[in-house]
C-alpha cells in the first residue's frame, strides 16, 4: 500500500501555544508532501508544498511565519502551528506523493488531525 | 470562476438508484483528474483515476469531456455504504503538480 500516518489524531491546546503535527509515510519514500486545512462543510485548502530538503512553497493568505514547515526527510514533514488562535481550529490533513506510487498525481492522504485552540 | 466546481448536493437517493456528478474546471490545460471519496470527519480517499478514454470500476464510471471541461461520475447500484463526498479533483499546471479540489457533492443513500 501507500500509507500515511499523522500524529497526533487531535488536540486540543490554548490560545497562544504552538502546535506540531508530523506527518510520516511508512512504505514509501515520498518526493512531495501537501498540507491542507479544511473548515466544516468546506473542502479541503492547500496550504503549502513541500519537498525535501527546500523551503515550503506556501498558497496565497497562508502566513509562512505562523505555519512553519519543515520536510528534513523523504518520510517526514512537520508543520507546526505557532501562537495558535481560535481561528486556526480546524482539520489539518497532510499528503504525500511519490514517483513509485499511485497514478501520475495521485496523492495519499494521512488521517488528519483535528487541532482545537481554546 | 472557480477552479474547480461542484453541486454541493445533498443528492438523496434511494439503495439501488443510479446517481451521477458533474464537475467543470477553468483550467484548459489541467491533465490529471481524480474522484475521491470523503466520509464524515476523514481523510479523503481516492476513489478512481479519470482518463481521457473514461474508465469502469464495477459500479463506478467515470467520463472526462475536456471539449467541455467537465469530468463526470455515474454510480449504479447504489448501496447505503456510498454515502459519502465525493470530490472532484483536478491538477494545477505548473510547479510541483499540485491538486485542486472541488467543494464535493454530498451524497446520501436511503434505505
Known amino acids: 500500500g501507500a500509507v500515511v500516518s499523522q500524529h497526533p489524531s487531535w488536540v486540543i491546546c490554548k490560545s497562544g501555544t504552538s502546535v506540531k503535527i508530523e506527518c510520516r509515510s511508512l512504505?514509501?519514500?515520498?518526493?512531495?508532501m501537501f498540507w491542507y486545512r479544511q473548515f466544516p462543510k468546506q473542502s479541503l485548502m492547500l496550504m503549502a508544498t513541500?519537498?525535501?530538503?527546500?523551503?515550503?512553497?506556501?498558497e496565497q493568505g497562508v502566513e509562512k511565519d505562523k505555519f512553519l514547515i519543515n520536510h528534513a526527510s523523504l518520510t517526514l514533514s512537520t508543520l507546526t502551528v505557532t501562537s495558535a488562535h481560535p481561528e486556526d481550529s480546524s482539520f489539518y490533513i497532510c499528503?504525500?506523493?511519490?514517483?513509485?506510487?499511485?497514478?501520475?498525481?495521485?496523492?495519499?492522504f494521512g488521517p488528519g488531525t483535528r487541532l482545537t485552540v481554546l | 470562476r472557480k477552479e474547480v466546481e461542484q453541486d454541493p448536493g445533498p443528492f438523496n437517493v434511494p439503495e439501488g438508484a443510479t446517481v451521477a456528478f458533474n464537475c467543470t474546471y477553468s483550467?484548459?490545460?489541467?491533465?490529471?483528474f481524480f474522484w475521491y471519496r470523503q466520509d464524515c470527519r476523514k481523510e479523503p480517499k481516492l476513489l478512481m483515476s479519470?482518463?481521457?478514454s473514461g474508465n469502469e470500476d464495477g459500479r463506478f464510471t467515470a467520463q472526462l469531456n475536456r471539449a467541455s471541461q467537465y469530468i463526470s461520475l455515474l454510480i449504479r447500484d447504489s448501496k447505503l455504504s456510498d454515502s459519502a463526498t465525493y470530490l472532484c479533483?483536478?491538477?494545477?499546471?505548473?510547479?510541483?503538480?499540485?491538486?485542486?479540489f472541488g467543494t464535493g457533492t454530498k451524497l446520501q443513500v436511503i434505505p
Open positions: 499528503s504525500a506523493k511519490s514517483s513509485g506510487k499511485g497514478t501520475y498525481n495521485e496523492q495519499f
Open positions: 512504505d514509501f519514500q515520498a518526493t512531495t
Open positions: 513541500s519537498n525535501e530538503g527546500s523551503k515550503a512553497t506556501y
Open positions: 483550467n484548459s490545460a489541467s491533465q490529471s
Open positions: 479519470v482518463y481521457s
Open positions: 479533483v483536478v491538477n494545477s499546471p505548473g510547479g510541483y503538480q499540485k491538486v485542486t
